[in-house]
């Protein structure tokens, strides 16, 4: 199928699928930054060098910017949950090898509270047919989120640390299931990537070999573009 019937069959027109600024080679191995230049596998940005995640790759299908937005505002707030199939086809092709390595994947959870107000997790509604079609386990219940915390909207890099530091817990009996498993997270937006990192953090202190995350778009951090 090509770009345009695919876009239209989403209900998205071919002039705004057109305009989505999707990631490809060579990025930033750790936070899926785009490089101008291609300096070679697993190579970081100076920020993913100077400060380490708990996991270990990113990989996000397109930028955050006014028109992938729009798109992603859909998604979470205006029931338009046909298009998780579309942004689970863009996740399986930009973050391809990360799903060959993994064994499982598991959706950043939603805190009990906003899921009711919410209906659904987007995140998960994304993962469940990544992990279908590439035949991997889907462990929706394997991370919970315990505190329903503030929004990260509008906070800096370290008010968003702060606001998910152990936010994020593994689930009771889960710890045996994750034994030296790879995981692969998947969630809507990567802004600071700390919302990921707290869960990753959960994961391997449970156990797992190593996680690595997929996202439908990141921020690119100069452009101020706010969630
Ligand atoms: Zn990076």
Not at 133 to 140: E, K, N
Not at 143 to 158: D, N, V
Not at 193 to 213: P, S
Request: proline residues 4%.
């Amino acid at each position: 199928m090509d770009a345009g019937s695919r876009a239209s069959s989403s209900g998205l027109t071919a002039v705004g699928w057109s305009k989505i600024a999707f990631l490809e080679a060579p990025v930033c191995d750790g936070c899926s930054l785009p490089f101008a230049y291609d300096m070679g596998a697993g190579v970081r940005c100076p920020a993913c060098e100077a400060r380490p995640r708990a996991f270990e790759r990113a990989r996000a299908a397109c930028l955050y910017d006014e028109h992938s937005r729009d798109l992603i505002l859909q998604f979470k707030h205006a029931d338009r949950l046909d298009l998780a199939k579309l942004f689970s086809l863009w996740l399986g092709r930009a973050a391809g090898e990360l799903v060959e390595a993994a064994d499982a994947v598991v959706p950043v959870p939603m805190h009990p509270l906003r899921l009711i107000r919410r209906r659904y997790n987007q995140a998960a509604e994304i993962a469940r047919p990544l992990a279908r079609r590439a035949g991997l386990a889907y462990w929706p219940g394997a991370l919970k989120r315990k505190r329903a915390g503030e929004s990260q909207a509008g906070k800096s890099g370290s008010g968003r640390r702060r606001n998910v530091q152990g936010a994020y817990v593994c689930s009771p009996g889960w710890e045996k299931r994750l034994q030296g498993k790879r995981i692969l997270l998947v969630d809507d937006v990567m802004t600071t990537g700390a919302t990921l990192d707290a869960c990753a953090k959960a994961l391997t202190r449970a156990g797992a070999a190593g996680v690595d995350a997929a996202v439908i778009a990141r921020v690119r951090e100069s452009d101020g573009v706010s969630i």
